[in-house]
C-alpha cells in the first residue's frame, strides 16, 4: 500500500508558479506510475499530468502543456509538479495518485492511491 501526501499548494496571482509536492511512504516508490489530476468546483477531475514508474517518461494535458512539468525523485519517493505561468483556470483542489504499473493512463478511474489534494488559487 502506497500513502499519498500532497504539499505545496496556495493563493498566487496570475502569470505567478508553484511547485506541488507528493510524498509516498511505503516500499518501491520507483514501481508506481504516478499522476497529478485537478478538480475544480463543481466540475469533474481532469488530467493534469502523468510520469512512469522507472523511465520517468511525461504526458501533459493540452491545457497544461508548455507551463507545468511534472518530475519524479525516486530516492526520495516523492513526484513534483512545477506550476508556471499560472492562469485562473488552474484554480482547483490538485490531487496525486499512484498505481503500481508501467504507466496508468489519464482516466482518473484507473488510480488505485490517492492523496488528499491541496487547493490552488490563482488570482486574476
Known amino acids: 500500500q502506497v500513502l499519498l501526501v500532497e504539499s505545496g499548494g496556495g493563493l498566487v496571482q496570475a502569470g505567478g508558479s508553484l511547485r506541488l509536492s507528493c510524498a509516498a511512504s511505503?516500499?518501491?516508490?520507483?514501481?508506481?506510475?504516478m499522476g497529478w489530476f485537478r478538480q475544480a468546483p463543481g466540475k469533474e477531475r481532469e488530467f493534469v499530468s502523468a510520469i512512469t514508474s522507472s523511465d520517468g517518461i511525461t504526458y501533459y494535458a493540452d491545457s497544461v502543456k508548455g507551463r507545468f512539468t511534472i518530475s519524479r525523485d525516486n530516492a526520495k519517493n516523492t513526484m513534483y509538479l512545477q506550476m508556471n505561468s499560472l492562469k485562473p483556470e488552474d484554480t482547483a483542489v490538485y490531487y496525486c495518485a499512484a498505481d503500481r504499473s508501467y504507466y496508468r493512463g489519464t482516466q482518473y478511474q484507473d488510480y488505485t492511491y490517492w492523496g488528499q489534494g491541496t487547493q490552488v488559487t490563482v488570482s486574476s
Open positions: 511505503g516500499r518501491a516508490f520507483s514501481s508506481y506510475a
